[in-house]
Each structure stands twice: as structure tokens, then as C-alpha cells.
């Protein structure tokens, strides 16, 4: 558990710089002489990095050994932060997100690693629940604490913050984490690196093109399209390589497969609630930053009430009913989003985003244990190393869904005026609802008795 603590710790310094310099977007500008629109290239810059380089973190850390490569990733990481905060122009800045990106494709993938390797599989639905909730509260903590920090201070200090907590994070690494290496060492896949990797860019980057305003469709045709051919001819080297990046066959497995097949859908779906939530209290609500930022903490509050009860609801019900009732809940939270109005009772309001942090806190976690419930040791790397790339690039691509569904919201309910209305906001949020029902359906293919040797379900049951 102190090395699942040290891993949420990591997870959620890695997170929360993917969204806290939000609010401190129009001051950064000032600094650099830059158009505010223009900044945008500090965030997109920092998820293209850490979408790019995680699929090499498996190989990393079994050639390199765990703990070595999680420690030069906090250092990366640390130190970058410190360079972003001394960066004086835009060019400077975005090249510093780019190795900090690096130190935050490394760090979380290999610290999941380690905390697989670690723990036994009847704590794995514990140990996940603390690595996964700093995942789930980054983006909702990131915004607000963004805009405190640039309005009481400077932008430079959302960077200086990482540096003690950075120092921490190394020395717990050399206590409590041990420099595991594979049983057995395998060639680089680069020609499957550099496929997943360019591939992956061009898809976040098309769906980025394709939640603007104005849309230019013929670059978008073309980053789509290469996505695909490049996605066509990984699936290719994947099944004909000698030692491939990733193992394709683990998708033969159910328990893994729901995980990169509807637990993508899930991520979409959730994952655009934090761009879409501050939006809609701002916009169609007219409240200020800070008391958008206050509302959105019930979110946070939902996740972390749930993590006492994941593991006994798991014991309880099993990986297919939690997945599939838990998933029914996480829909109708979206749906009650689509219900909410100006008119709202404030504590309606705060009920229902409290409701969506314990639902969708329980969907993560189950997911995220049940993937690695059947997949042996020797195997682990390989399925941690797919499936964090996979999370890494549905969780980006969840801001773009939501704001495709706003603009599709926008062409179904026009506005009267050049921002979205409260109707378009609320149309939006009933179509993630129904991504989020699709979801389940992959569910159902899950056996009744899948993961028990993680969940304790059949062990509970005759207790």
C-alpha cells in the first residue's frame, strides 16, 4: 500500500500539470507576448508527449529495471517543471512541456508496474483504487487551484510546486521500490513504437482540429486517414513481429478486452465532463471562475467517498454486475447533468455532480482492476504498457468528444447568441449519457464468476 500511496502521489502530479495551467493560460500569455489562443500549444504539446512515449514504458522498465526508470522519470519530470517555470517565451516552454510530457509517460505507467508486481492479486482492487482516484481528481482540482495560484501569485509557481513534491516522491522511490528487471530481455519493437506513436498524434491531433469552432476538414480528412492506415499496419506488425510492442493476444482474454473496448467508451464519456462542467456554470450558468471551481468539487468528493466501498461492493457483486449496474448510474449522472438549469436548487446541483464522482470513481476502478485480473506475470508489462496507451489517448480524446457534442448540440438547438446556451449544454451532456450506455454492452459479455480471484467475489459469497 506505501508503494500504491507513492504511485498515486506521481499520478497525480503527472495529471494535474495536463490541466492546472487552464485558468493561467491569459497571464502566460502576457509573459510571453503570445496571442492567449496560441497557448494552448503548453497543454496540447504535454498530452501529445506522454500519448507518444508511453508505449515504450513496459520495455523501458524491464530492460532498465522498475524502480531505475520510475526514479528518472520523477527526476524528468521535476526538473522540466523547473525549466517551464524560467521559460521567457513561448518557443522555450513548449519545448520544456515536451520533455516533461517524456518524465510523465514514464512515471505513471512504470509506478503501475511496480505496484502489479508487488501486489497480490486479492489486494489488486485496493491497491488500484488508490492509484486510480488521483486520476479522476487532477482534472477537477487542476483548473481552480490553477487560477488561485496565477491570481495570488505567478503561473511560475504551478511549476516551482512540483519540485518539493518531486524530491519526495525520489527519495520514497529508492525506500520502498525495488529495481525488479524481466525474466527475460526482448529486442526493441521500434518499427511498432513509431507506428503507435505517429498514429496515436495524428488521431489526438485530428480530434483536436475537429472540436474547434471552425473545422479545416481537409487537414482533418488527411490526419484521420493516416491515423487509420498507420492503425491498419500496427495491427499488422503487431500479429507478425517476433517481439512486439504490445500482444495482441491478450484481447483474447474477456476481462482484459472490456477494459480496452468499453472501458474506452467510459473514458470518452467521463473524461469530457470536467472541459464540459466548467463551461456550462460559466457560460450558460454566469457564475465566476471560482464558484464554478467550488461546485466542481463535489465531484472530487464523490471520488474519494467511494474508495472505502469499492473493494466490499466488489466482493459483494462481482466485476460483471458492479461493471454493468455501476455503469446504469454513471449514465443517468450524465443524463441528470442534461436536467440541470440556472433554476437549479444549488444542493440539486451539488447531489447530482456528488453522484457522478461516486459512480464514476467505482466504473474506473473496476475497470482498471479487472483488465489485469487474468493476465499472467510474465505478461504483466505488455498489458500494462497497452493498456496505459489506450487510457492515455481516450482520456485525451474525452475533452474533444465533449466538445463535438456541444458543437453537435449547437447545430441541433441553434443559439440566439455567439456562445453555447444552456440547452446546447444540456443536449451535450444527454448525448455522453448515451456513449456511456453503449459502454455497458461490453459489459455483458463478461462471465459471472470474471476476475474472482481478484474481486473475493465467490469467497465472499460463501463466507
Known amino acids: 500500500m506505501l508503494v500504491a500511496f ?7 502530479m503527472e495529471n494535474l500539470d495536463g490541466t492546472v495551467i487552464a485558468t493561467a493560460l491569459p497571464q502566460m500569455a502576457r509573459t510571453f507576448h503570445a496571442d492567449p489562443v496560441g497557448m494552448n500549444i503548453g497543454m496540447t504539446a504535454y498530452l501529445l508527449a506522454v500519448a507518444v512515449f508511453i508505449p515504450i514504458s513496459g520495455w523501458v522498465a524491464d530492460r ?7 526514479a528518472a522519470a520523477i527526476s524528468i519530470f521535476t526538473l522540466s517543471s523547473i525549466f517551464c517555470g524560467l521559460s521567457n517565451s513561448l518557443g522555450q516552454f513548449a519545448a520544456m512541456r515536451v520533455v ?3 518524465g510523465g509517460a514514464m512515471m505513471v505507467p512504470v509506478g503501475r508496474l511496480v505496484v502489479l508486481r508487488t501486489t497480490q492479486k486479492r489486494d489488486l482492487v485496493r491497491a488500484i483504487a488508490y492509484v486510480t482516484w488521483p486520476g479522476l481528481a487532477a482534472p477537477i482540482i487542476g483548473p481552480p487551484l490553477g487560477g488561485f495560484i496565477t491570481t495570488y501569485a505567478s ?3 504551478i511549476f516551482y510546486l512540483n519540485v518539493p513534491l518531486g524530491l519526495i516522491a525520489l527519495a520514497l522511490t529508492f525506500l520502498w521500490v525495488k529495481n525488479e528487471f524481466a525474466d527475460e530481455r526482448t529486442p526493441f519493437d521500434g518499427m511498432g513504437f513509431g507506428l503507435v506513436a505517429t498514429a496515436s498524434g495524428a488521431l489526438m491531433y485530428g480530434m483536436d482540429l475537429l472540436s474547434q469552432p471552425v473545422t479545416p476538414w481537409p487537414t482533418f480528412g488527411v490526419l484521420f486517414g493516416l491515423a487509420a492506415c498507420l492503425g491498419v499496419a500496427l ?17 483474447q482474454k474477456p476481462t482484459f478486452a472490456v477494459t480496452i473496448w468499453g472501458g474506452s467508451a ?9 472541459f464540459l462542467l466548467p463551461l456550462m456554470f460559466q457560460i450558460g450558468y454566469g457564475l465566476n471562475a471560482y464558484a464554478s471551481g467550488l461546485l466542481l468539487l463535489a465531484v472530487f468528493a464523490g471520488n474519494l467517498a467511494m474508495k472505502p466501498a469499492t473493494t466490499p461492493l466488489l466482493r459483494r457483486f462481482g466485476f460483471r454486475t458492479a461493471l454493468i449496474g455501476n455503469g446504469f448510474l454513471v449514465a443517468l449522472t450524465l443524463f441528470a447533468c442534461s436536467l440541470l438549469s440556472p433554476a437549479t436548487p444549488k444542493v440539486l446541483v451539488v447531489a447530482a455532480l456528488f453522484a457522478g464522482g461516486l459512480t464514476r470513481s467505482m466504473q ?5 482492476t479487472v483488465g489485469f485480473a487474468d493476465v499472467p506475470d510474465s505478461q504483466m508489462s505488455k498489458a500494462n504498457a497497452l493498456i496505459s496507451t489506450v487510457q492515455q489517448i481516450t482520456g485525451g480524446m474525452g475533452i474533444a468528444v465533449g466538445a463535438i457534442a456541444l458543437r453537435l448540440a449547437t447545430k ?23 456513449l456511456a450506455l453503449l459502454a455497458i454492452l461490453d459489459c455483458f459479455s463478461l462471465k459471472p464468476d470474471a476476475g474472482e480471484l481478484v474481486s473475493g467475489h465467490r469467497q465472499g459469497a460463501r463466507a
Open 6 to 12: 507513492l504511485v498515486a502521489g506521481a499520478f497525480f
Open 64 to 70: 532498465f529495471g522498475a524502480r531505475s526508470v520510475f
Open 100 to 102: 516533461q510530457g517524456l
Open 155 to 157: 503561473w511560475r509557481w
Open 235 to 251: 495491427v499488422v506488425h503487431l500479429r507478425r513481429a517476433e517481439f512486439p510492442l504490445f500482444q495482441l493476444n491478450l484481447l
Open 266 to 274: 467510459f473514458r470518452m464519456a467521463i473524461g469530457a465532463t470536467p
Open 364 to 368: 474506473f476502478t473496476s475497470l482498471n
Open 412 to 434: 441541433l438547438a441553434p443559439s440566439q447568441g455567439p456562445n453555447p446556451s444552456v440547452t446546447d449544454f444540456q443536449i451535450a451532456f444527454a448525448i455522453l449519457g448515451s
